[in-house]
């Protein structure tokens, strides 16, 4: 049987925020495997056990920069320890800066991003002396670049914290920034279902199964009601298949075909996202948690 360690339940506790028991009753059924849990603790919660998805837990800015042609572009994320810090304009100048360098040197990764110069200093000179004068940490996170086959156009929202990027051929300018908007708002995960990660597809199919038995479904029907779970998730996270935001009458796709364009790419940054910042107090929650089933 494997070892069931406080840190793992604590890991999948943070992961889904769901209670600590239910936690590790999962796991226990899973004989330790994360990810099994995880589909356990879906299928018998639901939505509870995503919410720690949608938490940011670091602050920054995604600095974005496209050339004067929207032939060429980047996105960079720079984080730091406070939101006043993010909104400094030197903080704002540096990170700038650091997407143009990506767009225009092409860096291989973050390291050699952070040896390019600007005016005679390197990026990663610039960010340890902003450190040095205002006495916070501060990190250059990731960064993508895009060559365009048609026009780039961006949305930044949420005072730089989500940044899109996406490359539009055909159509018009007012048409690619209405979707750069839709990719900010609606956080797709794939251009359409040819980009989703089969990993993904295969575990909704699982719990949908699992939660069809647990309600009682005729097992005849099990693998269509799955099938259906699995299509409403591609249409949920595929760029081409959601509701347009401006107009939810229409597809994305189908708002791209009336206008004689497509969208060939699409790129998203969300400030912080995959990074865990919370400070919980565990032993104080195992402790309560003990406290109430003793009452019980």
């Keep these: 049987m494997a070892v069931i360690t406080a840190a793992l339940v604590k890991e999948l506790r943070q992961k889904t925020d769901a209670p600590m028991m239910e936690c590790k009753k999962a796991l226990v059924a899973a004989e330790g495997d ?8 879906r299928v018998k919660l639901g939505n509870k056990a995503n919410k720690a998805s949608a938490r940011v837990a670091a602050e920054g800015v ?24 993010a909104k400094n304009p030197e903080f704002l100048a540096m990170a700038n800066a650091g997407a143009r360098l990506v767009a225009e040197k092409n860096p291989a990764d973050v390291a050699a991003l952070s040896a ?3 005016d005679g200093k390197t990026l990663e000179e610039i960010r340890k002396g902003l450190v040095g004068k205002i006495g916070e940490n501060m990190s250059f996170r990731r960064f993508v670049r895009m060559e365009a086959q048609g026009r780039l156009d961006s949305y930044v929202h949420a005072g ?3 940044g899109a990027m996406v490359d539009i051929v055909g159509g018009d300018d007012e048409l690619a920034h209405d979707v750069a908007m839709h990719v900010a708002a609606s ?10 990660d089969q990993a993904s597809i295969e ?3 699982r719990v949908a199964i699992e939660k069809a038995r647990e309600s009682g479904k005729p ?14 998730f591609l249409k949920e996270v595929t760029l081409l298949n959601q509701p347009f935001v401006k107009n939810d009458k229409v597809t994305v796709g189908q ?42």
Excluded: H
């Design 34 to 41: 994360f990810a099994k849990a995880e589909e356990i603790l």
């Design 62 to 85: 995604v600095a974005v920069y496209i050339s004067e042609d929207r032939k060429l572009g980047a996105m960079f994320e720079v984080n730091s320890e406070t939101d006043f810090v």
């Design 116 to 118: 390019l110069t600007v």
């Design 160 to 162: 730089s914290k989500i």
């Design 187 to 196: 956080r797709p995960k794939a251009l359409d279902e040819s980009g989703v």
């Design 203 to 205: 575990s909704e199919r």
């Design 219 to 232: 097992e005849n029907l099990i693998e269509r009601i799955a099938e259906g779970s699995v299509k409403k």
């Design 255 to 296: 708002l791209l075909k009336s206008k004689g364009a497509k969208c060939v790419a699409f790129n998203l940054f969300v400030v912080g996202e995959g990074i865990e910042k919370r400070s919980d107090d565990f032993a104080a929650e195992v402790a309560a948690q003990v406290a109430a089933s003793k009452k019980a």
